[in-house]
Structures are given as C-alpha cells and as structure tokens.
C-alpha cells in the first residue's frame, strides 16, 4: 500500500461551484447560513462566491452581500471567483482572502466557452493576478477540463501540464487540476499528477474532482497516493452536470470526509456538522442530498431518533 | 502506481442481489429479459435466482421458472444461492453451474439473523458442499459483513480470515468477501485482502462492494491493487441498504466497467448494452436508475438523439 498523506485540506466549493447550477435564485440568507455552519464545522477553506457579472452568472450577484454576511472563522480562508478587474475590485472590498481564476486545459473548450484560446484567456489574467499580489491576496488557478473536454473528449497531459506552468508564471498560490465532466480514472489521475508535479510543488496542486460516472473517490484516492494533500468537495453534492441532464455533479463532501476519516487521514472537519448543514441546504432549496454518505448518516440518525 | 490485473471477471448480481429487496414481485419475464440482456452484454458470470423458502424471500419464489426460462450463453456460468439441501436440490434440478452458501464474518449479525454461531452457520452447509461437490457443481461461499457489522460495528480481520477457511474447508471454488453495508474504507480494504490472500489463493477471491458511503468504487480499486481479479456489481445499482432506508446498496456495473475501461482492464462485457439492460430493469420495475455512469451516459445518448 502506498504512503499517504497524514492531513489534507479540504476545500468545500459548495456555496460557490454547486450553487451556481441552481436556477431559482437561492436567498442571501441562505447562502450566508449554508456559509456559516461550514465554517463551524471546521472546513479551512470556502469557495464564497462569484463575482463575476450578474447578467453571466444571476445566482452569484449577491457575491458582497454574502461577504458581509458571513461569520468569518479566524484563520480559515474564504476564496471567491475573479473573472476580471473589475470583479477583483469587489473582491477586495469584500477583504476575500483568495482570488480564484481560471482556465481550460481543452482548446475547444476556451473557444466555445469564451471565444480565445487557453494562452490569451490566461494572459487576460495577468491585471488580475498582478493586482492581487500588490494587495496581498492569495491566487488560487483552476485548470478545467484536465481529464476530458465535452467538446473535443480526449485532452493531452501536456496541456494540463502547460496550463499549470501559465498560472504558476502568473504567480499563483495553488492550482486545481478539475475534472470537469466527471470522465477521469484512477489511471489518467496517476499521469496528470505525475506530471504536474514535475513542474508545479505537490503540496500547493489540488484534486477538483465530479462524480459524474461515479468514479471520483476512486480518483481521489489515486491522487492521494501521488501525494495530492488538497481537495475540492461539495456539501450534499451540490451542483449538477451541465453536461449531461440529471448526472451528478461535484464530489460530496460528506462522501470525501468519510474516506478521509477511514484512511485516517486528519481533516479538521465535525463529519456530523457537515451532515447537517447538507440536510439543510438540501431542504432549503428543495433539492434531492446526492451524497451517499450524507443519506446513510441521516437514515441512521432518523432511524435513531425514532426508536429512542 | 501499483501493478493491477489485465483483466477481471464482472459478476453481475442484480438479477438476485438487488431484485430480492423489491418489495413488488417483479415478473418471471422480466427478470428473463433482464439476465438474457446481461447475457447478451457478455457477463461470464450472473448470480440468476435463489433457491430459498418462498416464506423467506416470496421475491425469489419463480427460480425454477427463471432458470428455464432464461438463454443461457455458452461458458457462463449461472450462479442461485442454496440455504440448504432442499435449495442445493432445487438448484441441480434447474441445472445451476454454481451454488452460493453465505455465512457472516460478524457473530452479532449470525446470531441475531440465523440464531446460531458463525462456526455452526457454516458447519450446516456441509452437507451441500458435498452434495454439490458430488454432482460436479461449482461452490461459492460468501462471507458477509466482512468490512463492519450493523450490530457488533467494528469485525475484526481475523473472523473473515476465520469464515475464508471454514469455506475453504468446505471446498469452496470461489470466495466473497463483502462489505454488506458498505462502511469499508480503502485502508481496510487492503488490511483485509492482504490477510486473506494469506489463506485462499488470491485469483479465486472477490470483492463484493456496497455504495452506501460513496466508497465502493475506490475500495475496488484498493482490492485491484491488491491483485484481485473478481468483483461483483448490480446493474442499475439494484437492490438498496435494509439497514439504512433510502440509502444506496451495491455498487452499479456501470460505474465498475466505465472504471475498468478507464484503467484498460478487460472484462469482456459491452458497456453500452448494460446501459441498456439498467434502464430496462428500472423502467419495468419504476425505480430510479442509481447508477451514475448509467445516467451520465443515457443522458449523453439523449442529447445526441435529440439533436440528431
């Protein structure tokens, strides 16, 4: 058996990533408690919010009301997504602790989505990211679609590969390598992360991983054994597939904390805690709790309470 | 990375696993078209019917009627499980290839389900070990709660090791080793099949996963790097969690095979036409399709016949 990590990070992108594919605008107050029982629970890391245009992105447009709302954890790092200067403006007013930009790994991706190629869409970040570093804010890179494109399918390792190296030139902090369909397995895990640790430190890449055909705690138990120490999850697996209709989308959190805790891997994270703010968030928008997890653990609870 | 298998064998156990926990009695033709879809997919291996007292499992009643009534492909194997010699009787009528015997690896569940001790569980199946040795019937013995009990919680590795030489004992050609309530994580994955290779040769070992946690697909692909060559899987993800109402059972051969294409290990059955079988089987007996690659993948085949 390989030699794991004793500790990871786990970073919970529920607000932000699994949020954003809901269509019904979900309050400001929700969002801020969903937020907050987060941080009780013990996560060091929340993707916040968006800002990004209100005409892109309408269920992010609350992204300061948000902000402002939250119960800060002292020490915990609350990340918001940047498309631009502009947006780095309200995420500095919002004191965000991280910046968070992106870029696909897949050529056909960035034109489909934003009309240019990777190079331009991550030198348009160059502003951005030089603007973070004079204010002393942490830059996080997302690299999309590092393990399969909706449009192009197959993406090379060395596109990855010279994705990192863009965002590591433009400074940033920590990279995400996203498998952003879901199509990844634990074999192309072990390449890309063999290669992207050649030229980017292991300790600052990420493992951002959807379940879509049910293979992403396999995946992050392969990154894992490359050594992978931070991970992107989602509470009660919010957030869907835009690319297939009724598939999932990210990784439950509750599903990656019951790995954790049986690999004995240290988090930091009340599983419990997370449990429930999954129920809640479920509830308040009427939305079915994907995780596999999160179900179980409340079947028990229920069934508990109901013979006590 | 660790050396994994070339290829594996896929034992499909929907058609009695998963279809034994509907409470409708599904139709004898159902469950025919069922397995002679799975048949036609290429599984080596289907686990077809179950020679029970109809008073226990009334689901199960038809297994004579089944067993007539399927196709049967040349060098499969179709597999029933036998509780006892009148089951092992009913079971050489219907010309079975394989008999199942089970036995709990927990002395709480033994007791609390059959009232009697683990060693006397096994014990009682002596008789059918002979008399199917004696007809030239392949045996399996499953051993359940092989990774955590509903009851007792923790099962140490020493009982599954303890169950695995009592079936071997007995003559078994095939032993499971289950995780009937899906609490495994990886590391215990490891722990258990290192023990158990220890006693019973590894190619005749196989892993049986439950989903109710998230954790299945990477505990299978703990046990390949463990060099096991067996798993079972249930189409669709048939067949939920008795011990956690709404919660997930067995892992779907969806979600195996899109891992096993992933890692380039041949299994010899066709993706798509197990697709196919699962959205029959959930469409005929109205339950939600649970398997994630089943979904992502009718999904995508949707989209394409729409906008064709």
């Given at each position: 058996m390989?030699?794991?990590?004793?500790?990871?990070?786990?970073v919970?992108?529920?607000?932000?990533?699994?949020?954003?594919?809901?269509?019904?605008?979900?309050p400001t107050a929700?969002?801020?408690?969903?937020?907050?029982?987060l941080?009780?629970?013990?996560?060091?890391?929340?993707?916040?919010a968006?800002?990004?245009?209100p005409?892109?992105?309408?269920?992010?447009?609350?992204?300061?009301?948000?902000?402002?709302?939250?119960?800060?954890?002292?020490?915990?790092?609350?990340?918001?997504?940047?498309?631009?200067?502009r947006?780095?403006?309200?995420?500095?007013?919002?004191?965000?602790?991280?910046i968070?930009?992106?870029?696909?790994?897949?050529?056909?991706?960035?034109?489909?989505?934003?009309n240019?190629?990777?190079?331009?869409s991550?030198?348009r970040?160059?502003?951005?990211?030089?603007?973070?570093k004079?204010?002393?804010?942490?830059?996080?890179?997302s690299?999309?679609?590092a393990?399969?494109?909706?449009?192009?399918?197959?993406?090379?390792v060395?596109?990855?590969?010279?994705?990192?190296?863009?965002?590591?030139?433009?400074?940033?902090?920590?990279?995400?390598?996203a498998?952003?369909?879901?199509?990844?397995?634990?074999?192309?895990?072990?390449?890309?992360?063999?290669?992207?640790?050649?030229?980017?430190?292991?300790?600052?890449?990420?493992?951002?991983?959807?379940d879509?055909?049910?293979?992403?705690?396999?995946?992050?138990?392969?990154?894992?054994?490359?050594?992978?120490?931070?991970?992107?999850?989602?509470?009660?697996?919010l957030g869907?597939?835009?690319?297939?209709?009724?598939?999932?989308?990210?990784?439950?959190?509750e599903?990656?904390?019951?790995?954790?805790?049986?690999?004995?891997?240290?988090?930091?994270?009340?599983?419990?805690?997370?449990?429930e703010?999954?129920d809640?968030?479920?509830?308040?928008i009427?939305?079915a709790?994907?995780?596999?997890?999160?179900?179980?653990?409340?079947?028990?609870?229920?069934?508990?309470?109901?013979?006590?």
């Open positions: 390989a030699t794991l990590p004793t500790a990871v990070k786990i919970e992108v529920g607000p932000r990533d699994g949020l954003q594919n809901e269509k019904e605008f979900v929700v969002k801020v408690e969903l937020i907050d029982r941080s009780k629970a013990g996560f060091p890391n929340i993707e916040a968006s800002f990004v245009s005409k892109w992105v309408p269920q992010m447009a609350d992204g300061a009301e948000v902000m402002t709302g939250i119960a800060r954890r002292e020490g915990a790092i609350y990340s918001v997504l940047t498309p631009n200067l947006g780095f403006e309200g995420a500095l007013a919002a004191s965000a602790d991280e968070v930009i992106f870029g696909a790994a897949s050529e056909a991706f960035s034109q489909k989505n934003i240019c190629s990777i190079a331009e991550i030198d970040f160059a502003p951005v990211a030089e603007a973070a004079a204010a002393g804010v942490r830059i996080r890179g690299v999309s679609c393990f399969g494109c909706p449009y192009q399918g197959e993406v090379p060395a596109s990855v590969v010279d994705v990192v190296q863009r965002f590591a030139a433009l400074g940033c902090d920590e990279i995400d390598i498998d952003t369909i879901g199509v990844g397995t634990a074999k192309r895990v072990h390449e890309v992360f063999e290669a992207v640790t050649k030229v980017f430190p292991r300790e600052r890449l990420s493992g951002h991983f959807h879509t055909y049910g293979q992403a705690l396999a995946n992050i138990y392969a990154a894992l054994e490359e050594g992978i120490e931070i991970f992107h999850a989602s509470v009660a697996g869907g597939c835009p690319y297939a209709k009724g598939a999932t989308g990210n990784v439950a959190t599903d990656v904390l019951y790995l954790m805790n049986g690999l004995g891997i240290r988090t930091g994270i009340d599983l419990d805690q997370v449990v703010a999954g809640f968030i479920s509830k308040a009427g939305r709790n994907v995780s596999r997890a999160g179900k179980a653990l409340l079947a028990k609870k229920q069934s508990a309470a109901a013979s006590a």
